[in-house]
Protein backbone atom coordinates (compact mmCIF):
# COMPACT_ATOMS: atom_id res chain seq x y z
CA UNK A 1 0.00 0.00 0.00
CA UNK A 2 0.78 3.32 -0.45
CA UNK A 3 2.57 4.98 2.60
CA UNK A 4 3.06 8.74 2.83
CA UNK A 5 5.58 10.58 5.40
CA UNK A 6 5.78 14.09 5.66
CA UNK A 7 8.96 16.48 7.05
CA UNK A 8 9.48 20.17 7.24
CA UNK A 9 7.51 21.45 9.64
CA UNK A 10 8.93 23.62 12.37
CA UNK A 11 8.44 27.01 13.85
CA UNK A 12 8.92 30.17 12.37
CA UNK A 13 8.18 33.95 12.74
CA UNK A 14 5.27 35.57 10.70
CA UNK A 15 6.53 36.55 7.07
CA UNK A 16 8.81 33.68 7.00
CA UNK A 17 8.56 30.73 4.40
CA UNK A 18 8.77 26.79 5.26
CA UNK A 19 8.44 24.42 2.40
CA UNK A 20 7.14 20.92 3.44
CA UNK A 21 7.98 17.53 1.82
CA UNK A 22 5.87 14.12 1.72
CA UNK A 23 7.59 11.06 0.60
CA UNK A 24 5.80 8.03 -1.01
CA UNK A 25 6.34 4.63 -0.89
CA UNK A 26 4.48 1.81 -2.30
CA UNK A 27 4.74 2.51 -6.09
CA UNK A 28 2.34 4.08 -8.17
CA UNK A 29 3.56 7.86 -7.21
CA UNK A 30 2.55 8.73 -10.75
CA UNK A 31 -1.10 7.66 -11.23
CA UNK A 32 -2.38 9.87 -8.00
CA UNK A 33 -3.77 12.82 -7.42
CA UNK A 34 -2.22 14.43 -4.30
CA UNK A 35 -3.10 16.87 -1.59
CA UNK A 36 -2.42 18.79 1.45
CA UNK A 37 -5.15 19.29 4.15
CA UNK A 38 -4.71 21.03 7.66
CA UNK A 39 -5.61 21.06 11.00
CA UNK A 40 -5.53 23.70 13.92
CA UNK A 41 -6.34 22.86 17.49
CA UNK A 42 -9.94 22.89 18.33
CA UNK A 43 -10.68 23.22 14.56
CA UNK A 44 -11.54 20.84 11.55
CA UNK A 45 -9.22 19.88 9.11
CA UNK A 46 -9.10 21.87 6.06
CA UNK A 47 -8.25 21.30 2.34
CA UNK A 48 -5.05 23.40 1.63
CA UNK A 49 -3.69 22.21 -1.60
CA UNK A 50 -4.11 20.05 -3.94
CA UNK A 51 -2.10 18.48 -7.64
CA UNK A 52 -3.36 16.00 -10.27
CA UNK A 53 -2.13 13.48 -11.48
CA UNK A 54 -0.24 14.91 -14.41
CA UNK A 55 0.59 17.74 -12.43
CA UNK A 56 -1.60 20.17 -13.36
CA UNK A 57 -5.05 21.74 -12.12
CA UNK A 58 -3.37 22.76 -9.04
CA UNK A 59 -5.70 23.47 -6.40
CA UNK A 60 -5.66 26.55 -3.43
CA UNK A 61 -7.54 27.39 -0.46
CA UNK A 62 -8.62 30.87 -0.93
CA UNK A 63 -6.18 31.92 1.98
CA UNK A 64 -3.46 30.68 0.59
CA UNK A 65 -3.18 31.69 -2.64
CA UNK A 66 -0.73 33.42 -4.15
CA UNK A 67 1.66 32.60 -0.73
CA UNK A 68 1.83 28.49 -1.16
CA UNK A 69 2.75 26.64 -4.05
CA UNK A 70 2.21 22.60 -4.39
CA UNK A 71 4.20 20.82 -6.88
CA UNK A 72 5.34 17.23 -7.25
CA UNK A 73 8.58 15.59 -8.70
CA UNK A 74 7.84 11.83 -9.99
CA UNK A 75 11.36 10.87 -10.27
CA UNK A 76 11.85 11.21 -6.14
CA UNK A 77 8.63 10.67 -5.43
CA UNK A 78 7.68 13.63 -3.50
CA UNK A 79 5.00 16.11 -2.72
CA UNK A 80 5.75 19.69 -1.66
CA UNK A 81 4.18 22.55 -0.28
CA UNK A 82 6.05 25.86 -0.43
CA UNK A 83 4.38 28.28 2.20
CA UNK A 84 5.19 31.75 1.92
CA UNK A 85 4.31 34.58 3.78
CA UNK A 86 3.42 32.59 6.95
CA UNK A 87 0.76 34.19 8.81
CA UNK A 88 -0.31 32.81 12.83
CA UNK A 89 -3.06 31.67 11.51
CA UNK A 90 -1.48 29.21 9.19
CA UNK A 91 -0.45 27.11 12.41
CA UNK A 92 -1.57 23.72 12.20
CA UNK A 93 -0.53 19.87 11.17
CA UNK A 94 0.05 20.00 7.84
CA UNK A 95 -1.04 16.12 6.14
CA UNK A 96 0.39 14.68 3.00
CA UNK A 97 -2.87 12.82 1.15
CA UNK A 98 -3.24 10.80 -1.84
CA UNK A 99 -6.08 9.36 -4.09
CA UNK A 100 -6.29 7.58 -7.56
CA UNK A 101 -9.55 9.39 -7.97
CA UNK A 102 -9.51 13.57 -7.81
CA UNK A 103 -13.45 13.48 -6.80
CA UNK A 104 -11.44 12.07 -3.41
CA UNK A 105 -9.76 15.14 -3.27
CA UNK A 106 -12.75 17.22 -3.82
CA UNK A 107 -15.07 15.65 -1.01
CA UNK A 108 -11.88 15.57 1.06
CA UNK A 109 -11.69 12.02 1.53
CA UNK A 110 -8.54 10.48 -0.09
CA UNK A 111 -7.63 7.12 0.89
CA UNK A 112 -3.90 7.92 1.67
CA UNK A 113 -2.81 9.68 4.52
CA UNK A 114 0.55 10.79 6.51
CA UNK A 115 1.16 11.36 10.05
CA UNK A 116 1.37 15.13 9.36
CA UNK A 117 4.10 17.74 10.36
CA UNK A 118 3.24 20.39 12.90
CA UNK A 119 3.44 24.07 11.32
CA UNK A 120 3.86 26.75 14.02
CA UNK A 121 3.82 30.43 13.11
CA UNK A 122 4.53 32.39 15.75
CA UNK A 123 6.29 35.85 17.31
Known amino acids: QLQLVETGGGSVQPGNSLKLSCVATGGGFTDYNLAWFRQAPGEEREFVAA????????KYLHSVTGRFFISRDNAKNTLYLLMNNLEREDTAVYYC????????????????WGRGTQVTVSS
Open 97 to 112: AATLNWGRVLGGKPEY
Open 51 to 58: IDWAGTTP
